[in-house]
């Protein structure tokens, strides 16, 4: 008799027709991730006008040929950003956020969404630095960092009628961090959430 009271609360009755947003469930969060800007351009500052000073961006060179992004040809230990890195699955979509530590501002953003490219490429040097694919959909609010938005739109701005996107390279402090990253990433397309 208990059991039958929660069945309704638990299930959705259709005839209500109440689109029911998918649950995000957080699969992976470290509070240390570097940011290091992947640029087109030789572009090494930009004026950041909500502080009105310079920002150095550290450059990370494309790449060259077919082959991956190598780690050994970053300055890894100057990085442009370090905040918050969430991998949050939500229905059959997979949502890497980039967060402001202090604030939870989002700072930039990747989908790994079932038939399309994965978002994230490894480098073939390391296994703590990776290569993200971060874009923005059209029609919504900016909420990316003031001097990042600059460098996405003036450099690595790439449009394909959806989708703004840039590349930036990612990285972490201890390879199980990494490694964590990546399990977080295959169970989501192992086991989609509901």
Not at 62 to 74: F, G, I, L, N, V
Not at 94 to 103: M, S, Y
Not at 161 to 185: N, P, S, V, W
Request: glycine fraction near 6%; hydrophobic fraction near 40%.
């Amino acid at each position: 008799m208990e059991s039958e009271g929660k069945e309704p609360h638990i299930q959705n009755s259709g005839g209500e027709g109440e689109d029911t947003e998918p649950v995000e469930l957080v699969l992976f969060q470290v509070s240390e991730c570097y940011v290091y800007i992947i640029m087109v351009w030789n572009l090494k500052t930009l004026w950041h006008e909500a502080k009105a000073f310079f920002v150095l961006f550290v450059q990370i060179p494309p790449r060259k040929t077919a082959s991956s992004y190598r780690a050994d040809e970053w300055d890894v230990n100057k990085w442009a950003w370090e905040g918050i890195l969430k991998v949050v699955s939500k229905g059959e979509e997979c949502i890497i956020r980039l967060e402001d530590k202090k604030t939870g501002e989002l700072y930039a953003r990747a989908f790994l969404r079932k038939g399309e490219p994965h978002p994230v490429e490894p480098v073939i040097d390391s296994s703590r630095y990776f290569v993200l694919r971060i874009e923005e959909n059209i029609g919504e609010p900016v909420h990316l960092h003031c001097a990042f938005l600059l460098l996405f739109f003036l450099s690595s701005c790439i449009t394909d009628g959806r989708l703004r996107h840039a590349f930036i390279g990612i990285g972490f402090r201890e390879r199980t961090e990494a490694y964590d990253f990546q399990a977080a990433l295959h169970d989501h397309m192992k086991y989609p959430s509901c």
